[in-house]
């Protein structure tokens, strides 16, 4: 009788090993300083990583690999789309969190940049377009779209949360985003 329950559990590990192969997702090959995290089927998939940003080492798939759109990195890790499969790396530029000249808290890779969008004022009402500017950062209007004149301070203006327009003021802005 104890010989019988030896097959059976040995059977039962057995069964429950292939089911976690079969029900875990490709997902990691660590060698202690890259992850392969790959996209089967074209789905979406998350990858553990010890690291708080990455960097795309190697793409092994043929369809694109690039960044926040078929890849990326939140707060939950490593994640691919739409066939991407590739090598990660710890990314070396400009990690979140604290350090890098200066000292204090600082914001991830990419932050000091510009950013292009067009806030509308419809049917003369007032209007709030998000994006953080940081706590340097400016907006400036490049292109007034509207027939009604937009002024700084009375039909458009912007404040770290965002640009603003009111009076039927419509335009193309540039955040000058800087931490």
Request: charged share 25%; net charge positive.
């Amino acid at each position: 009788m104890q010989q019988s329950y030896g097959v059976l559990g040995g059977i039962a590990v057995s069964l429950l090993a292939a089911l976690c192969l079969v029900v875990a997702p490709t997902v990691q090959a660590q060698d202690g300083r890259t992850i392969r995290c790959e996209s089967s089927n074209g789905k979406f998939n998350r990858c553990a990583m010890p690291w708080r940003d990455a960097q795309l080492a190697r793409q092994e798939s043929k369809g694109a690999c690039v960044r926040d759109q078929s890849w990326g990195v939140d707060r939950q890790g490593l994640w691919v789309d739409r066939g991407c499969r590739g090598l990660f790396a710890e990314a070396d530029r400009g990690r979140p969190g604290y350090g890098g000249p200066g000292g204090g808290w600082q914001p991830g890779p990419d932050w000091n940049r510009q950013i292009r969008l067009q806030c509308d004022s419809n049917q003369k009402r007032y209007q709030m377009c998000q994006v953080d500017l940081g706590r340097q950062g400016r907006a400036r209007l490049v292109k007034q779209m509207s027939d009604t004149r937009c002024t700084e301070g009375y039909s458009w203006g912007w404040n770290r949360a965002g640009v603003w327009v009111n009076h039927g003021c419509r335009g193309q802005f540039v955040i000058d985003r800087r931490w």
